[in-house]
């Protein structure tokens, strides 16, 4: 079955970085188009970024431009999310995705809290 286990969240001061990822398996992971969401207390799930089946194609919330960079690693069946610069708005739990035929799959989600 899929299986997407992010690992790589904490506490991070303002203009601190992170890396996430995003272990895969129970699918074809090269065959996939990956994303990286977050929820923040009270607000609803957003996609933050995504990433085309090879990596070339990469899309990016307006929110994150410039900071985030969204990566893969097929041979690890890895995703990754380099946040730099991070903000307290930053704060969120941040889950990975795949969809597999119509269905969405989730990880378990990794909290980021960016406070000073």
């Known amino acids: 079955q899929v299986q997407l286990v992010e690992s790589g969240g904490g506490l991070v001061q303002p203009g601190g970085s992170l890396r996430l990822s995003c272990a895969a398996s129970?699918?074809?992971?090269?065959?996939?188009?990956l994303s990286w969401y977050r929820q923040a207390p009270g607000k609803e799930r957003e996609r933050v970024a995504v990433?085309?089946?090879?990596?070339?194609?990469?899309n990016y919330a307006d929110s994150v431009k410039g900071r985030f960079t969204i990566s893969r690693d097929n041979a690890k069946n890895t995703m990754y999310l380099q946040m730099n610069s991070l903000k307290p708005e930053d704060t969120a739990v941040y889950y990975c995705?795949?969809?597999?035929?119509?269905?969405?799959?989730w990880g378990q989600g990794t909290q980021v809290t960016v406070s000073a």
């Open positions: 995705n795949t969809i597999k035929l119509g269905a969405n799959y």
């Open positions: 129970g699918f074809t992971f090269s065959g996939s188009t």
């Open positions: 990433i085309s089946v090879i990596g070339g194609i990469t």
